[in-house]
């Protein structure tokens, strides 16, 4: 597998971003990939994806430095992963979304992640940037 990161500056918490994005029913929020979120079981939750119903849950851990989640699924009886590093700066926090893609991932495939990606993480920029109060 190839990893693919991109990466965004969001002016809100650290703190808030992490407990967001660690919340698998604001996965379909920010996400194209998950496009809604059932009933949780023993820590993890029935999820409609892309390519059919997966289980998904989330792990974070917080450091000194950074903080992580990382958002695990069972796609058809294989584990995937995808991990949101969350960074402290100055108005806010750099967060970097990395996926896996498959090893044989053509430019193409990659030109489409990197966009997704762009796109998700404009998005989540959006729904955790607290608004501006004129």
């Not at 809100?12 to 992490?18: I, S």
Request: with cysteine; glycine share 6%; charged share 20%.
């Amino acid at each position: 597998m190839q990893s693919l990161s991109r990466t965004v500056s969001v002016a809100a918490p650290p703190d808030a971003l992490l407990a967001f994005v660690a919340e698998v029913p604001n996965l379909p929020r920010w996400t194209d990939f998950f496009t809604a979120v059932g009933a949780q079981v023993n820590g993890r939750y029935r999820v409609s994806s892309v390519v059919g119903e997966i289980e998904t849950w989330t792990e974070t851990q917080v450091g000194t430095q950074a903080a992580t989640c990382v958002i695990h699924s069972m796609v058809a009886g294989r584990a995937e992963r995808a991990v949101v590093d969350i960074v402290p700066a100055p108005d806010g926090a750099e967060v970097s979304f990395t996926v896996l893609l498959p090893d044989d991932a053509d430019e193409a495939l990659r030109a489409t992640a990197r966009r997704t990606l762009d796109v998700e993480l404009g998005r989540l920029r959006s729904l955790v940037t607290p608004a501006v109060q004129p």
